[in-house]
């Protein structure tokens, strides 16, 4: 296993990612953040606090189960769902940035899309991933970043985060580890 | 009965009910000569077959009071010579042939026709059961006397599937066929008390949603047809008795002098109701399996003999009439094949009887009940030999025994049962030899 | 993500089939999905090429437009097939139908049928999933699902926690009068009460009551208006008129003074109980008909949560892979 990301690292990028959204943005206005369960959840609320203390206001947060949306649900047994909250102002005419921890094939964002298209219509869908790892299978690609991470297929990326594992880090381990 | 009795046999070594050894020879149909241990004088007669049956248990050849041959009517579930064969492969020598047939057998035409089928198989002696009422109807008396006096020579009546619920009816019948020493077999259920009732009425039938068949509703009946019984005189029979009370009531009822008698099949000796939560009809019987408390008390009273006989209560059903939903599905399980097997199983393999009583409960009682003289003998020099030799010691999975039923119903078949039977003697000849019929169906 | 996989059995046949956290699962997914169903597209791609049938040999609209809705919200392709009346008579038997459905490649049928394990049977000869949507007088699963939830949300709920959701029944009363002993709706709910911590009552004349009742987890009780008095919910069976010539009781008068529910005898209860019914109700037999415009509302909300607790058994059983 091999340490990617920090603490310290981790907690940068998402600073950065936050002062990008508002700068692409032109502020917070319509600013909806929604996260893709489960550490893309925590991720989402830790932008959020970040873009309101940079901007001194309030952002809707969110989170958004796409589970019933996957298209790999036949090659595993019935997961069973998490919550969908979508913040008191709706998403119809929303800037809503989808929020998850890691970035691979892309058919999670597919399912999210999904999800999202039954939910309202936003003005714009953007997305912000705190790692992209690459191996794209569909044509979709994240507007914010915190780390390109080249891959192989049989490495593994894992991501801790504080709310969940304890403590915030990013490593590679091979898929045996 | 007509085969020419040609067979000459010895048999080396075998077991009797005393647990002896002995030579046992066997020349036109009967037993010629019996060594008083140890082996006969060692001269090998002229084309005598010798069967090795160290080890063996010799019985005398089972006897079954109560049998459903399904012929005539049902060909499709069971023939006489499908059915009797499967006796002769379960080491019964004589079956009682149930009435409950289409048509009914209540006339001396429909016994006499049974009878002579039975004699052509060859495999097994067929006795008929005449029915108790016209076409089962618990009404009209049949003609008894006629089949009683007939080639068939009834002298087991019975409405069997049906109670011969009338009181009246069922007094008269008792007093009627005392004319012949004949005797009424009671299937003893209450028939308002088990309206579509599809199991033992308990915690079981609670849980599953399946209507009830209470124990008091077989109790009640044989409780007032022992009182009957005494009132008339006469002899009276309880088929297939499967609860605890009913055994209490029938001890009762010796106790105090009246002259009853009882049965026990070899399922309620083994299966209780906690098979039914697999919905699987196999295990649906009349009356239906009971409770571990009611095996227990069935199990003793066959012991102590409060119980007389075990007899089988084979009821070969088609594959639809079982494969279909339970309350659907037709009562009935076949019994023939593996009578003997559930018995050792239950009471013998348990060390709660010996082999003479289950000679005493299988061959002679049931033999003496129907009043026939040839089956059911003590091995002696000039009985007729009518004799099962049995392996007590081979255990079979059940699923892998070929049956000659022509019904699949068993319920033993995920069981593993002990005993087979190696050697049955019809009238002095082989008809099953080392667990096969000797003439195939 | 396999801690994640559930590990419930193939088929809902009885409560029994289900674990204390099964049951959970399924209320809560149930929660989850209630929310798809308030949203404007009620429809979801989850089952999307899976064919579901809904096998009726009794008529029962309520039950199997319920399925129907549920099925079609989650994408799957439903075929209707009653049987009523049909089987026995045209000599089709219930495995020769089990075997066409599945040549017609069916994922899942959904069962009601008269006759007690009936989906017991088909699950022995089939390979698709069996659903019970009610055998006879055995079990309903999926109405005591229903009823568990509907208790749940309007008993269970809190200010941080609007639905109950993740809750169980425990430390509730729960009454259920009437006839008990033909009703399968009572044996599930028995089961699933009871698993999930409720305390039961079963209020009926004993002839209702089946022999072996004793052994259930429950207490019995005669008299409606003592055990009215100290519980939560009041779960009301339907009676069948004709049990009346069978001697179970002696007129609807006598049963609906005894057994009813009216004004007065919810005057004896110290908390006002939240009253269920399964639907349709004997109006002035089991309930008065004043009391029952007042279980009218609780009854068409049982409608929605049944679309939601059905949605979430087809999910958990059909939206997967099982080995």
Redesign the interface.
């Known amino acids: 296993m091999k340490a990617v990301l920090s603490s310290a690292d981790i907690t940068r990028a998402l600073t950065r990612i936050s002062h990008e959204i508002i700068e692409k943005n032109r502020g917070t206005a319509e600013l909806v953040l929604l996260g893709i369960p489960t550490r893309g959840t925590h991720l989402a609320e830790r932008i959020a606090s970040e873009i309101g203390r940079i901007d001194a206001g309030e952002i809707p947060v969110g989170t958004l189960d796409i589970t019933l949306h996957r298209d790999d649900l036949r090659s595993r047994p019935p997961r069973p769902l998490t919550p969908t909250r979508i913040p008191a102002g709706g998403i119809d005419g929303k800037r809503v940035v989808l929020v998850d921890d890691v970035l691979y094939s892309g058919r999670t964002i597919r399912a999210a899309l999904d999800a999202l298209g039954e939910l309202g219509r936003p003005a714009l869908v953007q997305l912000a991933v705190l790692i992209d790892r690459g191996h794209r299978e569909l044509p979709i690609r994240a507007d914010y970043v915190g780390k390109n991470l080249p891959t192989a297929h049989e490495e593994v990326v894992r991501v801790a985060i504080k709310e969940i594992d304890g403590e915030d880090s990013v490593s590679i381990a091979n898929a045996h580890e | 009965m007509s085969e020419q009795n040609s067979g000459k046999f010895l048999l080396t070594s075998i077991r009797d009910l005393d647990g002896r050894e002995r030579d046992i020879r066997i020349a036109g149909g009967v037993i010629t000569e019996i060594s008083s241990g140890g082996e006969l004088d060692g001269i090998q007669h002229e084309d005598e077959k010798v069967i090795e049956c160290r080890g063996l248990q010799l019985l005398p050849g089972l006897v079954d009071l109560h049998t459903h041959l399904r012929e005539p009517g049902r060909e499709d579930a069971e023939t006489i010579r499908s059915g009797s064969a499967a006796a002769a492969m379960g080491g019964f020598t004589a079956v009682h042939a149930m009435a409950n047939t289409d048509p009914v057998a209540d006339t001396a035409g429909v016994v006499e026709q049974v009878v002579r089928l039975g004699r052509d198989a060859g495999y097994c002696d067929v006795f008929a059961v005449g029915a108790v009422t016209q076409g089962l109807n618990g009404r009209e008396l049949a003609e008894l006397g006629a089949m009683a006096h007939s080639m068939a020579n009834v002298r087991v009546f019975s409405d069997d599937g049906h109670c011969v619920f009338d009181s009246l009816v069922m007094r008269r019948a008792l007093e009627y066929v005392k004319q012949f020493d004949g005797v009424i077999a009671q299937h003893a259920q209450d028939p308002r008390l088990t309206e579509n009732a599809?199991m033992n009425?308990?915690?079981?039938?609670?849980?599953?949603?399946?209507?009830?068949w209470?124990a008091v509703a077989e109790e009640a009946i044989i409780a007032r047809d022992v009182l009957l019984a005494e009132h008339v005189g006469a002899r009276l029979h309880i088929c297939h008795v499967s609860t605890a009370g009913s055994v209490e009531i029938i001890r009762w009822a010796k106790a105090r002098g009246i002259n009853v008698t009882a049965e026990v099949t070899p399922h309620h000796l083994l299966l209780t109701d906690d098979l039914v939560a697999?919905?699987?009809p196999v295990f649906k019987v009349n009356p239906p399996l009971r409770t571990d408390v009611d095996v227990r008390a069935l199990r003793e009273a066959l012991v102590d003999g409060t119980i007389d006989i075990v007899a089988t209560d084979h009821a070969p059903h088609p594959k639809?009439s079982k494969?279909?939903?339970?309350?659907?599905a037709a009562n009935g399980m076949i019994g023939l094949e593996l009578a003997l097997a559930v018995v050792q199983e239950s009471i013998v393999k348990n060390k709660m009887a010996s082999w003479r009583l289950v000679a005493q409960r299988m061959s002679i009682s049931p033999a003496r009940i129907g009043r026939i003289d040839d089956h059911g003998l003590e091995l002696g020099v000039g009985i007729i030999a009518n004799l099962t030799v049995v392996d007590e010691r081979i255990e079979r999975k059940v699923s892998e025994i070929k049956s000659v039923s022509k019904s699949s119903n068993n319920p033993y078949r995920d069981l593993i049962l002990p005993g087979k039977v190696m050697h049955t003697f019809l009238h002095g000849n082989l008809v099953v030899h080392q667990g096969e019929l000797v003439r195939p169906l | 993500m396999s801690d994640n996989a559930t590990a419930m059995k193939k088929h809902l046949l009885s409560i029994n089939d289900l674990t204390r956290e099964d049951a959970l699962l399924i209320l809560d997914t149930a929660d989850e999905l209630a929310r798809v169903s308030d949203a404007p597209i009620k429809k979801l791609p989850t089952l999307r090429g899976r064919t579901v049938v809904n096998l009726f040999y009794e008529d029962s609209t309520r039950t199997r437009i319920s399925f129907e809705a549920a099925a079609k919200r989650l994408s799957a392709d439903v075929i209707n097939f009653s049987a009523k009346g049909s089987s026995?008579s045209k000599g089709e038997?219930?495995?020769d139908t089990a075997l066409t459905l599945q040549s017609m490649g069916a994922d899942a049928v959904i069962l009601r049928?008269g006759?007690?394990?009936?989906a017991?049977?088909l699950a022995?000869w089939t390979n698709g999933v069996v659903i019970n949507a009610g055998?006879?007088?055995?079990?309903h699963p999926t109405q005591a699902l229903l009823d568990a939830f509907t208790i749940r949300k309007h008993l269970k709920r809190s200010s941080g926690n609007a639905t109950g959701v993740g809750e169980d029944l425990s430390g509730l009363r729960i009454s259920i009068v009437g006839d008990i002993l033909h009703s399968?709706v009572a044996?599930s709910n028995v089961l699933l009460l009871h698993l999930l911590g409720a305390k039961i009552t079963l209020v009926a004349p004993p002839t209702l009551l089946?022999?072996?009742?004793?052994?259930?987890p429950v207490e019995i009780c005669y008299d409606f208006n003592e055990a009215i008095e100290d519980c939560d919910a009041v779960m009301m069976l339907r009676l069948q008129l004709e049990r009346m010539k069978s001697a179970f009781f002696p007129s609807a008068r006598e049963y609906s003074r005894l057994f009813g529910l009216d004004r007065e005898r919810l005057l004896h209860a110290r908390k006002k109980p939240l009253i269920l019914h399964p639907g349709p109700i004997n109006r002035g037999l089991e309930i008065s008909a004043e009391s029952a415009d007042a279980v009218e509302s609780v009854i068409l909300e049982q409608v929605a949560n049944g679309v939601s607790v059905r949605m979430a058994v087809l999910y958990l059983l059909l939206g997967g892979a099982h080995e």
Request: with cysteine; net charge negative.
């Open positions: 599809q009425e308990g915690k079981v039938s609670a849980k599953l949603g399946l209507a009830g209470p697999s919905y699987d639809e494969e279909c939903e339970w309350s659907e | 026995v038997s219930l495995k049928h006759a007690s394990g009936a017991h049977r022995q055998d006879g007088t055995h079990e399968r044996r089946p022999v072996g009742v004793e052994e259930w």
